[in-house]
């Protein structure tokens, strides 16, 4: 069957032209990655890519572009001609190899944390003898080797699974650290709306918190408390781990591996599902809602720059403004109604500061969200929900969630 030409394909039967805009940012996919067999790259070989490799491009497989519209001509699918956003088998198919790709690089990093932690654990008891220390309460006191022993499995495993990705994908390294968008560009810019979402973030996670309580379960478990060990080698050790390694770590995998593959599917369905799976690998509920709040910023910002640069210091910016509560414990010495009051005013600032930022940059009109195509939709939830993998990561991810939390008495 002859293809038809230009003439035919925008008649007044089809005025819209399929109305597929070659300027559409919704996280389609690229010419340029498909193989002269029909499958696709996902990653080229070289590593170069010609939007900044968040599905900035959106061009349709098999297509062809004629004026402001994308036309698919699949040898795999004739129903492309009557129907251009139709799925092939064969486009399904290695759609959902991504998808199963992406699910079980999240579920690996889970599995992974929670294997090294429990290795890293023993060691530490049966080979150098380490004891957790407890305060006259019975509450566990996180000195500098307890920190060690609760963040570190976490980054090792999120590296592990980032350099095999990278090792996959041939990626440069820089090419994750080099903003190539326009918009949203701005460092303080992201900083300061990813305070705002922050803030946010735990009134939100409060009112959920505040909705399991009223059903008498505490989201997060009073065995989860710790006392804070003040000397300088635990306060030296949490600012490393806390407020340098563990954001690198987290957006690289999150953002730099997750986000990356979903978004070349769908970019606002990217941007979701990597702040979902970033919430719920926190493990814990409150954290869950927290981390989802903040991580759709951290998404939106890295899909506008093709960067992760913005989203590591944000990232970096909030574990640091929740670390200056323990320096603030110090300044006042130990007054807790001082470091309450503290704490609080933070808050306010980072509202504030989160506030002002949002409404500068939604006048300069340095805002606008991934428009999602029809094209792009069809690619991105129906195809996730017929993926096995990703019930089988969801389930275990909201499993650790839920199990933790402790009945108690609301009477």
Known sequence: MNEPNEKELNTENNPDAYNQPTDDINGGYRQNNINQNGSFNYYPQNGQRSDNG??????????????????????????????????????KAQIKRNYFGTFMRVLIHVLGTNALGFALAIIAQLVFGYRLMYNSDGVAIADWKYLLLGYLPSTIACLCVFLYDKGRSHISIK?????????????????????????????????????????????????????????????????????????????????????????????RFGIVMSALFFGLMHGN??????????????GYAVTKTGSILPSILAHMAINLAVESSSYAYLIFGGNELAVNTYWIVLLIVMAAVGLITLISLVANKKIQLPHESEYARRRGVPIMLSCVSFYVVLIYLLYEVFSIMERVSIY
């Open 54 to 91: 968040y599905g900035q491009g959106n061009i349709p497989p098999y297509g062809y572009s004629m004026g402001n519209g994308y036309y698919p001509s699949s040898p795999y699918a004739p129903q492309a001609r009557f129907d251009p956003y139709a799925v092939s088998y064969q486009e």
């Open 175 to 267: 090419s994750y650290f080099s903003p190539e968008g326009s918009r949203f560009t701005s460092l303080w810019g992201t900083v300061g709306t990813a305070f705002l979402f922050y803030v946010a973030g735990i009134f939100l996670a409060g009112i959920v918190s505040s909705f399991f309580y009223s059903f008498g379960y505490n989201v997060i478990p009073d065995s989860y408390s710790v006392d804070s060990d003040y000397s300088a080698a635990s306060l030296a050790c949490s600012f490393i781990l806390v407020v340098v390694i563990g954001p690198i770590c987290e957006e690289l995998l999150y953002r730099g591996v997750i986000l990356r593959r979903l978004a070349n599917v769908n970019t």
């Open 285 to 298: 509920l409150y954290q869950a809602v927290l981390g989802f709040c903040i991580g759709l910023v951290l």
